[in-house]
């Protein structure tokens, strides 16, 4: 059984930066991810982060300032956001997908299984 729970999140001020970390019992090799949600927006895919290789994949908004990282061995995996912006302010999820090993979905349908979520507000 796969469990994920979230930490890291806060107020911070625009420019500065802020680590999400997910604790992931049981995800062996998953492929994993981080999504976003906004009041009164969809939940929106951040970067993504294959089991075996690493592979990364970041949506154009993360790309450049927000970096996905894994630890198989300590089953963790972080995400480092830097110069941080009000538009980023969101609950952030963490996500796993038990049924591949490869595919980075880019959507919440590609994964089965989310944390409970981290709010991250950035003031201006």
């Known amino acids: 059984q796969v469990q994920l729970v979230e930490s890291g999140g806060g107020l911070v001020q625009a420019g500065d930066s802020l680590r999400l970390s997910c604790a992931a019992s049981g995800f062996a090799n998953y492929v994993m991810g981080w999504f976003r949600q906004a009041p009164g927006k969809e939940r929106e895919f951040v970067a993504g982060?294959?089991?075996?290789?690493?592979?990364?994949y970041y949506a154009d908004s993360a790309k450049g300032r927000f970096t996905i990282s894994r630890d198989n061995a300590k089953n963790t995996m972080s995400l480092q956001m830097n110069s941080l912006k009000p538009e980023d302010t969101a609950v952030y999820y963490c996500?796993?997908?038990?049924?591949?090993?490869?595919?980075?979905?880019?959507?919440?349908?590609?994964?089965?299984?989310w944390g409970q979520g981290t709010q991250v507000t950035v003031s201006s």
């Open positions: 982060i294959r089991g075996s290789d690493r592979s990364t």
């Open positions: 996500a796993a997908d038990s049924r591949t090993r490869m595919i980075i979905s880019t959507t919440p349908g590609g994964y089965n299984y």
